[in-house]
T-cell receptor, first 114, second 116 residues
Framework: AQSVTQLGSHVSVSEGALVLLRCNYS??????LFWYVQYPNQGLQLLLK??????LVKGINGFEAEFKKSETSFHLTKPSAHMSDAAEYFC????????????FGTGTSLTVIP | GAVVSQHPSWVICKSGTSVKIECRSL??????MFWYRQFPKQSLMLMAT?????????EQGVEKDKFLINHASLTLSTLTVTSAHPEDSSFYIC????????????FGDGTRLSIL
């Protein structure tokens, strides 16, 4: 069975500090992986995706994520947090060998402290 | 590209009213559209998956007769909340996908439904 785990439902960082949001998946076959951001009262916006090309993926707004097969992880990072990064972040997986399944993590709320 | 428009963004109506929410993929053809419900500070709860021209596949516990989904074309899906009651108040989000596997879902901006 496929699952995705986001460790830490709440993360607080100071403005200018490193942002690290964790995502681990469980799958015998490496899936496709996605990070989304959700601002209050809005839908989800795609930040980046891993689709079995480069393991280090760069996304929008200065975010990037690295796929590590040995750790079954796809953590999201940003070198320097901005106030505007405060939002809810969701990791999602799509199995590589099946149809329409798409699994979301429980989300991580990022707070940026001035 | 990959813009999804969801309308309306806010609805306030009386108990017993039926409410229709539209989801349109503006610049691509969506093979699949998804409807989610989201409670405050929680993750997305998948309600149903729909493919154009087919009956929607509902998740366990979601009432088919309560939440009617129509996917009339490759760019339009609608969710109708029939005879809405206060417990149906929530944030509803649609998404569209143009393929499977490595294709992401693209989301609308959501609809805040409040039933008085």
């Amino acid at each position: 069975a496929q699952s995705v785990t986001q460790l830490g439902s709440h993360v607080s960082v100071s403005e200018g500090a490193l942002v690290l949001l964790r995502c681990n998946y469980s799958s015998s076959v490496p899936p496709y992986l996605f990070w989304y951001v959700q601002y209050p009262n809005q839908g989800l916006q795609l930040l980046l995706k891993y689709t079995s090309a480069a393991t280090l993926v760069k996304g929008i707004n200065g975010f990037e994520a690295e796929f590590k097969k040995s750790e079954t992880s796809f953590h999201l990072t940003k070198p320097s947090a901005h106030m505007s990064d405060a939002a809810e972040y969701f990791c999602a997986v799509s199995p590589a060998n099946t149809g329409n399944q798409f699994y979301f993590g429980t989300g991580t709320s990022l707070t940026v402290i001035p | 590209g990959a813009v999804v428009s969801q309308h309306p963004s806010w609805v306030i109506c009386k108990s017993g009213t039926s409410v229709k929410i539209e989801c349109r993929s503006l610049d691509f053809q969506a093979t699949t559209m998804f409807w989610y419900r989201q409670f405050p500070k929680q993750s997305l709860m998948l309600m149903a998956t729909s493919n154009e021209g087919s009956k929607a596949t509902y998740e366990q516990g979601v009432e088919k007769d309560k939440f009617l989904i129509n996917h009339a074309s490759l760019t339009l899906s609608t969710l109708t909340v029939t005879s809405a009651h206060p417990e149906d108040s929530s944030f509803y989000i649609c998404s569209a996908r143009r393929g499977v596997g490595n294709q992401p879902q693209h989301f609308g901006d959501g609809t805040r439904l409040s039933i008085l």
